[in-house]
């Protein structure tokens, strides 16, 4: 799948260009160095001391929306929680005309790469949800960067869609940080009032549809794996896929 011009200098074109080349994955990679390293150091942390009153089987769903980096990765992590019913890739924090893959990649839109996640406070909560997404879906303490992506548009963030969703996000970092969990300050900022746009189609279920793209295979499929390794009743092996509709001729 090609890639937008808009990434012409980042690390997602370098692979192509390699693949293009005949360069080798193994001296690609090479080439990048620790860059890819973050996937795997993935840890467990203790769950949120506050968290969203537990739902009693009501079946209505809730939303939340996460930014942590390229949204392939932090999509295809959430397609995998069980309790989530659709995690779709997105754009949050600028404006609805801003918000296309080529405006945005030039990091002046305010947008961050971003995934709505629907999910069933019933089956899975929100604490939880914000649990997966500091140890596993990314880095909390890269700021606006993640792994070889770098620009405001990866800043690690959460836009909270309710008061109470950031009361339990702001109280979690505070947690986190007080018990020095991470080795560095998290940086994750919380913007609460912020609307979602969906990205392109061609954006959307990118990990599970392309398992062998040297990017994803480097680093977001380490983060579905650390997924299943450190919360594994948390874990479902098929993911669920957003329904995108087919381009008319």
Known sequence: MALNSSKKAGPKMHWLRALIAGTSIAATIGFFGASFSSAEEARPIPPPALDEPAAKGTGASETAVFAGGCFWGVQGVFQHVTGVSEAVSGYTGGKKEDAHYRIVGS??????????VTFNPSKISYGRLLQIYFSVAH???ELNRQGPDSGTQYRSTIFPMSDEQAKVAKAYIAQLDAAHVFPRPIVT???PGRTFY?????HQNFLAL????????IND????ANLKRLYPKSYREAPVLVAVAKPTN
Do not use: F
């Open 139 to 141: 880095d909390p303490t």
């Open 210 to 217: 392309n398992p062998t793209y040297p990017y994803i295979a």
């Open 189 to 191: 900022t919380i913007e």
């Open 198 to 202: 969906p990205a392109e189609a061609y």
């Open 107 to 116: 990091g002046r839109t305010g947008h961050a790469e971003s995934v709505r």
């Open 221 to 224: 499929l380490p983060k579905v």
